[in-house]
């Protein structure tokens, strides 16, 4: 059974700075994505990570996937209060009946001080 | 539609009481999940369709819970005598095909609440 963890979980930064969100997953999945979520809304598909070595960028926003180490990362530069949000990685896996889907971490609720 | 729609936005009910949530899918999409996401937790998979086959529930946390899609379009999640634990933000994705092939794009969620 594929499972995802996300650290930190919490995260705490001033504008400016720099910091990095890592996803760590158990199985072989073929796909990685980047949500983004505010609150009470819905998920905001961020990034799609589909082969090893994949680099996204998007503003200040960039995420790669290593598929050996299965291993992904959210890299934030130079923070902005706007990138307040909580931040989830998924990966696409067998669920439990045999059906592909998406397996998500607990997501990391990060808070940007001015 | 433009995206995948869900109604209500927001439902309280009271406990022992039947709810129906809903999903329009996006039009075409093969592929229909639901997910339940309880306060401040990621999404948990709860069920999976292919048109309008059921071909993973793994995840239902109980036999009140009920899914289905009639006619491979949209798709309703039923919680039959609804408990506490039961108040979530119910979410719905689709996608064209395959999640290991498309992107799956999610709705904007029934938030439940139970009283």
């Known amino acids: 059974e594929l499972k995802v963890e996300q650290n930190p979980l919490f995260l705490s930064m001033q504008e400016g700075k720099n910091y990095t969100i890592y996803c760590n997953y158990s199985?072989?999945?073929?796909?990685l994505y980047w949500y983004r979520q505010d609150p009470g809304k819905s998920l905001e598909s961020l990034f799609v990570l589909l082969s090893n070595g994949a680099v996204k960028q998007e503003g200040r926003l960039m995420a790669s996937l290593d598929t050996k180490a299965r291993l992904s990362t959210l890299h934030i530069t130079a923070a902005v209060h706007d990138l307040s949000a909580t931040y989830f990685c998924a990966a696409v896996g067998y669920m439990g009946g045999g059906a592909d889907g998406l397996t998500f971490g607990k997501g990391t609720h990060l808070i940007i001080q001015p | 539609g433009a995206g995948v729609s869900q109604s209500p936005r927001y439902k309280v009910a009271k406990r022992g009481q039947d709810v129906a949530l809903r999903c329009d899918p996006i039009s075409g999409h093969v592929s229909l999940f639901w997910y339940q996401q309880a306060l401040g937790q990621g999404p948990e998979f709860l069920t999976y369709f292919q048109n309008e086959a059921q071909l993973d529930k793994s995840g239902l946390p109980s036999d009140r819970f009920f899914a289905e899609r009639p006619e491979g379009s949209v798709s309703t999640l039923k919680i039959q005598r609804t408990q506490q634990e039961d108040s979530a933000v119910y979410l719905c994705?689709?996608?064209?095909?395959?999640?290991?092939?498309?992107?799956?794009?999610f709705g904007q969620g029934t938030r439940l609440t139970v009283v």
């Open positions: 994705a689709s996608s064209l095909v395959r999640m290991v092939n498309t992107e799956a794009f």
């Open positions: 199985t072989t999945s073929d796909r």
